[in-house]
């Protein structure tokens, strides 16, 4: 089991799902407003079970009517519950950011060079390095997003600061230049010119 996340407007992949969204839009939608997803839910219940009341032309009956059916056909769920989302392992460059569904999340710089785990679900991503927990984000379902935690900002421009700062002037020193003879000496090729 895996989430897909398909193009907009993809109809081969998912017209159903767009089916569903376009008939919320033109029956659901106008003249409501929502504060957030809970309060879109909220709305959205008593409304399908309105919506849900009433005769469906293709089916020819209440879908109402049909639940019954369509959970006698399905196969019972397996005994551990599969795990949903996203979970990969990445070496965290150094610009510090995992890239996830086009989405770029930040990570606290410490972790730069290191194999870190991204592990996502609908609602948070969560990056761990060693088991530590180096970066948690709110899921984000735009696509190309960057999405920065002003605590990793900071953590980069004082690793920044601290790589930038000049290094200390070389000390003068004198070295000894010895004499080519003396190699020669060592060598027991005195005299060769």
């Known amino acids: 089991m895996r989430i897909l996340q398909c193009r907009p407007g993809d109809p081969e992949a998912k ?3 767009e089916r ?3 008939y919320l839009e033109t029956s659901f ?3 409501r407003t929502f504060t957030g997803p809970d309060d879109f839910n909220a709305q959205l219940e008593p409304w399908l079970q309105r919506a849900n009341q009433r005769p469906h032309r293709r089916l020819g009956c209440r879908p109402v009517d049909r639940i019954a059916v369509d959970r006698a056909a399905m196969v019972a769920l397996p005994p551990v519950a599969p795990i949903v989302g996203w979970c990969t392992a990445t070496r965290l460059a150094r610009d510090h950011y995992v890239r ?6 930040s990570v606290h710089p410490s972790a730069i060079g290191r194999l870190v785990e991204v592990v996502a679900d609908l609602e948070q991503v969560t990056v ?3 088991g530590q927990v180096v970066a948690r984000h709110q899921r984000c379902w735009d ?10 900002a900071q953590a980069a421009a004082a690793l920044r600061a601290i790589r930038l700062q000049p290094v200390a002037a070389p000390v ?5 230049q010895r004499s080519l003879s003396d190699y020669d000496a060592l060598l027991g090729v005195e005299g060769v010119a």
């Open 172 to 176: 003068d020193t004198e070295v000894e």
């Open 15 to 17: 017209g159903l799902v």
């Open 100 to 105: 996830l569904a086009s989405n770029d999340y």
């Open 29 to 31: 939608l106008p003249g």
């Open 143 to 152: 696509v190309h997003q960057t999405l920065t935690d002003p605590a990793h």
């Open 20 to 22: 569903a969204n376009g």
């Open 128 to 130: 761990t390095c060693a």
